[in-house]
C-alpha cells in the first residue's frame, strides 16, 4: 500500500465522516457515532474556517485516514486510522506530516481506556502531561511531543 498525505477538500468530507463513524462506532460500540456524524461535519467546517491544517491520508485515491492540526497551538483535534488500514503504516505517515506540519510541538488528548492509541502516541515520543474527564465522564489522559532537541554545533 502507498499512502499519500495530501490537503483536505471538501469533496473528501463524506469518506471521512464515514471512516470516523465506523473506526470510533468500533472503539465504542456503547455510543451511536452515527447520530454524531453531524458534530464532526460542523467540527471539520469550523477548523477548515480557523486555518487548522486537515491532513489527508490516501491509498490511491481513497481516504485512509486524517489529522487535524492547529497551527499556533499545535493542538490535534482529530487523527484517525479507518478499520481497514489499521496496522499498514497510516498513522505513522499521518503523525509524520503532523509533525512537519508544527514542528514546534503538538498536543492532544485521548482516552485513557484507550491502549493502543496511547502506546502509538508514545512511541511518537508524546508523553502524558494531564488528565480530566470528559463530557460522558470518561477519563482523557493529555499527551505532547516536543521535538528532540537540535544536535550540537560543530565546534561548540
Not at 48 to 77: C, K, M, N, S, Y
Not at 117 to 131: D, M, N, W
Amino acid at each position: 500500500m502507498t499512502v499519500r498525505i495530501v490537503p483536505y477538500r471538501p469533496t473528501l468530507t463524506p469518506a471521512l465522516a464515514d471512516l470516523w463513524v465506523a473506526a470510533w462506532g468500533r472503539a465504542y460500540p456503547i455510543y451511536d457515532f452515527e447520530t454524531r456524524r453531524g458534530w464532526l461535519l460542523d467540527r471539520i467546517a469550523v477548523m477548515e474556517r480557523d486555518g487548522t491544517a486537515i491532513l489527508v491520508a490516501l491509498d490511491g485515491e481513497a481516504p485512509a485516514g486524517f489529522v487535524t492540526v492547529h497551527p499556533v497551538t499545535g493542538w490535534i483535534d482529530q487523527m484517525l486510522v479507518g478499520i481497514a488500514h489499521q496496522g499498514r503504516g497510516v498513522a505513522d505517515a499521518l503523525m509524520a506530516a503532523a509533525k512537519q506540519e508544527r514542528p514546534a510541538g503538538l498536543t492532544l488528548d485521548v482516552n485513557a481506556d484507550n491502549a493502543r492509541a496511547i502506546a502509538f502516541y508514545r512511541r511518537q515520543g508524546f508523553v502524558r502531561t494531564g488528565g480530566r474527564v470528559n463530557e460522558q465522564g470518561r477519563p482523557i489522559d493529555l499527551m505532547a511531543w516536543t521535538p528532540p532537541p537540535a544536535p550540537p554545533s560543530p565546534g561548540s
